[in-house]
């Protein structure tokens, strides 16, 4: 529990992190450590302390799906480019049963998705019961980017916030617990993240010329940001802004979010809906 | 390599474990290790080191997706009850980062899925560029129950062979790399795993009572796969037979099948497509 008294955080993320009225990102510092008292050595025995509670709860949760349980957790993570994405993905996610998890990057829209409403190609990726979802960002690009770049009306941005909203209590209706993260980097980490992966060959590949031309773009897509915690931080769908020039606090502190969720659940093993006795009989006699 | 000196095997699972010509099942020993060895110690041992190499590698197979290379991997894994296809999900796929891997399981087909032809289902699932597909079941459960309990007429099921080597084919001209995995268990070890899986609550929601149905035509199952093998390990997809009993075996030989694959693809990383200097030049003014 966010309460237990071995709790590695002065304050949990679930509380310290958590975008409430009045919230302005100007004033989260990206290189701070909210609530955690450790530093970068005692993270990465954290993580994987916690890796291991994660996993068990995570088995929990996917055996309650096997009998029944209609439960399932939606993981948001948006952010700039070298900000840490893959990093919770490859750390954070990849420490539990990949049989739990669904992941689903979004990339720029094809022309067929394009030719619909914005959350059409959302809508798809929703994830089944038991599951972890994670959208590898999501439609919030569309508030994002699409404010950014003006890819849309202004009067279309504006109705996005409001189906956003509609969408994400449909989802919670239907038993998702969602998580929207935003990793809040630094421009001069990611300054320096994206030199990294020019002067080192084998980082090419993660380059694109495209990083530097949003990057150009920052101050604009904080304002979007902005306004995206404004319109759609809500009870059922809440916001975590992470600061993130320390990538080892943004994960510890998104391992954080998500077991607190599954502690929330309140598991325990599902109860055998078969005759245990009579099954052990059948098997003797097999 | 296969070939390496420093290889962990006195014959490569590629090798030993390939169902070729007069392929017999029942001539298998489920509790045997072929051409390892080493015992369970270090096993273990080996499969940590394996996955650095596993992940290392899946890595560099992505990032050639991300500029163009078109390859993927898909590995079926096929097995009765217990055999462990999650295990090899978790310990030997769950090594690499989940961004690069798609797994799917195949439950009992839907209504919907069972008023199209067989494959209809399998498609959407194929992996992409870059990634490393997994089924857990597949398309020759309709050759496998399908046969076994008789859910099509033999005709129907004849003909499914030859369109399950059509679809593969067109996998493998599609640059897919096709991994065909049966895990055998034998039938005793089979009942010690359902033994526990129903003496520990904790296990209970592993268990159905339809296991112990599907247990008691393990004989016609093996004639079932017997078949498979007869009709369909080609050299585009064959099918290796895996000794189970031993999970840290079978999970030892998956993964040393996979690695082959990606080694066999003789990856380096991938050279940028854009103007490194220039873009230091832009990133350093931006």
Known sequence: MGHAAESLWDVEPGESLRVGPGFVLADVDTGSTPGYPGDKKSAVADLAAGAEVFDGLQEMFF?????GDKRKILLVLQAMDT????????????AVDPQGV??????????????HDFLWRIRPHVPDAGKIGVFDRSHYEDVLI???RELAPAAEI??????????????????????KVMLHLGADEQKARLQERLDRPEKHWKFNPGDIDERLLMPQYREAYQLVFDRTSTPDAPWYVIPADKK???RLAVQSLLIDALRGMNLSWPVADFDVEHEKKRLAES
Chains 1, 2 share one sequence.
Do not use: C, M
């Open 102 to 115: 669904q992941i689903t990057a979004f990339k720029k829209p094809t022309p067929d998705e394009l030719a």
């Open 63 to 67: 055996a309650n799906s096997q009998l």
């Open 158 to 179: 504006e109705r996005r916030y409001d189906a956003i909203n509609a969408f994400e209590r449909e989802l919670a209706d239907d038993d998702t617990t969602i998580i």
């Open 83 to 94: 900000a840490g994405k893959g990093g919770i993905l490859r750390h954070v996610i990849g």
């Open 248 to 250: 080892w606090y943004a």
């Open 146 to 148: 699409g404010r950014v």
